[in-house]
């Protein structure tokens, strides 16, 4: 009887013990506490990136001559609504190696005229348009020196803001053979074909980089594009 009871008080003890310790892990603490919640929200307005012309990007020269330069200009406004950097590039690549064919027979320079110039808006300048490594070995301003794909004009041009470009070409005087047609293109790409001064024929064309997916055609296609300031196109 004695064991009895002193079981069932261990028991009991033990059950309160339990009961007490399962009250304390559930409520974690004890006592009270003050809190607030402050309400709030996250809004926004998404910026934009965008350019546009205030004159024609259908550009052309006039009967070119030797010894006489001619400049086309381009006028362009930053309408987004963000700050953005603008680059002018070549994206045909047949195109552009066939005006790089040229070497010391085309002179090309190109600037910038606006706020947030690069390079105080001297963008390129070169006598000597040869893309061709194997012959020219290490491109230099005062070696072969050809118009790359892509240059950038303006650097974080401020919304509203507007600038423009120019692009001037010129034969050399030293350039006596005049084309076949009356009405020849400029830059005709690829090129099939040189004149040569001395012999007075045509001669092979070496002109560096020709891609099928180009196509045929003349002139020399461009881009103006926009970007976020210090993104790349």
């Not at 607030?36 to 934009?48: M, R």
Request: hydrophobic content about 35%; some cysteine; charged content about 10%.
């Amino acid at each position: 009887m004695k064991f009895s009871m002193k079981m069932r008080a261990l028991t009991l003890a033990a059950s309160v013990a339990l009961v007490g310790g399962t009250a304390l892990v559930a409520s974690g603490e004890t006592g009270a506490y003050f809190s607030q919640t402050v309400p709030g929200s996250i809004s926004g307005t998404v910026g934009s990136i965008h350019i546009t012309p205030s004159t024609s990007t259908d550009l052309s020269f006039s009967n070119l001559l030797p010894g006489a330069p001619q400049t086309v200009t381009v006028h362009f406004e930053n309408t987004g609504s963000s700050p953005e950097d603008v680059y002018l590039a070549f994206p045909n690549a047949t195109a552009l190696s066939a005006l790089n064919n040229l070497g010391s027979y085309g002179e090309v320079h190109v600037s910038y005229s606006g706020p947030s110039s690069v390079n105080n808006g001297d963008i390129f300048d070169s006598a000597n348009l040869d893309d061709n490594p194997a012959s020219c070995g290490p491109f230099s301003p005062t070696g072969c020196w050809p118009l790359l794909n892509q240059y950038e004009l303006a650097t974080n041009l401020a919304s509203g803001a507007s600038g423009s470009f120019t692009f001037s070409f010129s034969y050399p005087s030293k350039m006596t053979i005049e084309p076949p047609s009356l009405t020849a293109p400029w830059n005709s790409y690829p090129v099939s074909g040189v004149a040569d001064s001395l012999t007075n024929s045509t001669v092979q064309s070496n002109q560096w980089t020709i891609n099928a997916a180009d196509g045929t055609g003349a002139g020399l296609p461009f881009q103006l594009i926009a970007t976020q300031p210090g993104i790349q196109p």
